[in-house]
């Protein structure tokens, strides 16, 4: 099979099984479980609250983080568990075996030494301080692999303006392929493209 199909086969299959699990979130809707839907959630290149059943534990999240909550943990051995055979048998069995190994999220908080190259502004007292206009960075590994970063808070501290890079299989349909970038190196860069452009003035 051409290299191609069998990359696009992977990136639906992938694509498909996360949309599964999402609709199956009712069905996991238990109180020890609300960082495996967030991990979840979190993952889809879409953007974390793409989907219905995702709004309400990602604006939960929103919240806990403001309030300076840890970050959830997700067991997934106990979360899978309690999904319906025919859900479970849906998922490719390669994606469910590594779920556990080397897949979680943490949040790193936002500012000028850890932000988007886009993001990053000048403000406060006469606007002499290099500032982040994200409240938070979550990075989700999946198999010990950075698969998507959500830049929240983007639109203020409420933390419901979100950006998603997506870093999975590449040429997955609908979503841009992202560079890997190294946030805590933004700021140079910003710096250096500022110098760049006054120097050309």
């Known amino acids: ?16 099984s996360l949309a599964m699990t999402l609709s199956a979130m009712p069905t996991l809707a238990h109180a020890d479980d609300w960082g495996c839907q967030v991990l979840l959630c979190l993952a889809n290149p879409g953007g974390p609250e793409q989907y219905s059943a995702c709004v309400p534990p990602i604006e939960k999240l929103w919240t806990a983080l403001r309030h300076g909550d840890p970050f959830p943990t997700c067991d997934f051995s106990a979360g ?5 055979p025919d859900v479970r048998n849906a998922i490719p069995a390669a994606w469910l075996a ?4 080397g897949t979680g999220a943490s949040n790193t908080w936002a500012g ?15 606007e002499s301080m290099p500032l982040c206009r994200a409240a938070g960075a979550i990075n989700v590994m999946i198999d010990g692999t950075l698969y998507t970063r959500v830049w929240w808070g983007t639109g ?3 933390g419901s303006s979100t950006i998603t890079e997506y870093y999975g299989p590449p040429d997955l ?3 841009p392929d992202q560079v890997a970038y190294d946030p805590t190196e933004a700021f140079a860069r910003w710096m250096q493209a500022q110098d760049d452009a006054s120097s050309r003035n």
């Open 1 to 16: 099979m051409n290299h191609a199909i069998r990359r696009l086969l992977r990136n639906v299959l992938v694509t498909l």
């Open 80 to 84: 899978l568990v309690s999904l319906s």
């Open 98 to 101: 590594n779920l556990g190994a």
């Open 112 to 126: 000028s030494g850890y932000c988007r190259e886009d993001l990053l502004y000048w403000g406060g007292l006469e």
């Open 156 to 158: 203020g501290i409420e």
């Open 173 to 175: 349909p609908g979503v």
